[in-house]
DNA sequence: TGTGAATAATTGTACTATACAACTATTGAT
DNA sequence: ATCAATAGTTGTATAGTACAATTATTCACA
């Protein structure tokens, strides 16, 4: 049925499908660990997960407004505006207009949102640290690079709906 | 006011610092990425996420029950009882009493819902493959073995609650 | 063989997270 | 001056989820 050809490049697309099966799994897993942490990390400290992301966010931005948290967050406008409801009534952050735009507001933490941002912050970067050092040194190179142009493809390509026609094979070849 | 050797030891944590904010910049957007990818896939097909994930499930599993499927899915059983509810009344399985235990169901996939299963396999398994073809050949072992013990690491650590006082640093050391 | 603990699933209730549409207030372009 | 654009809020709806209480069944064992 198949040519001597055909039958050499099943082989290799055998290995490149389990290969692709085990990507699959692992980012599966990945992702639900990590969002298992997340949640667990979140309601340890008395705020959602979604407020701890929100502070974690004000806290990286140097200018924020619920726009551009929005932006950030990925999430609508008024999503952040109950967000930020929540966070101004527990004390986390502080929401003031802006002087220049009377339409904007402008998001800060407040003292005690300082300390959960810079809190979370060590404890995350701790973390991802001791997740890092279980990694052979020698391999963390290949290893962040390569995690890195997965990421780049899925930041690239997360514009369109990935429907069951159309697996999405070659739609990121621009740079 | 640090010695020499201090002052070394703080070039490889810088080193190692950097790695793991990479580390937890890319996971975060691998994780967001994935997320919006599934929740995309799923609208697209008429189905929610939750419910996508439990016919995925129900596929994959010989045998399925709902508190197997909730252990799977590490969802509490009522949760599982109504997306199931939901899966029954849109057609994609099927829920049969088990004959050996009279409080045990039986679910199993429709042709409808083996279908959705099988064209979303192809579908997820054509994507990762497109991802895994970014990674030059030579690197994809190193990837996928180093990506495989993060995983590890996360599923072994998931028992704790992960507050701000107990970074999980050396809690995992068993094999 | 009867009883109580364990197990499987469901229902009642409540909450987080989220979006969309409609709205108000403000700004800016012409 | 007016009208479109922008920033944010409110009303409403839905997905997703958990926990506690409940029902039905099984199982261990005395």
Redesign the pocket.
Known sequence: MYSTIIHIKEVVDLKIHEQAWELREMTRKLARNLSLLD?DR?SCCG???????AIVEIGRLSEA??????AT??????????????LVEQGYIL?AQ?P????????SLTEKGRRFFEATEDSMNGFFRSLIERIPENDRKIFLSSLGSIVEILEKGKCGCFDLDTPLTGQTEGG
């Open positions: 949640r979140a705020v959602t997960l979604a407020q701890c992301h407004t619920p726009s551009i948290l929005a967050l990925r999430l609508d406008r008024s999503t952040v505006t109950r967000l930020t409801d929540s929401r802006d220049g735009d009377r339409r904007s507001l402008t998001l």
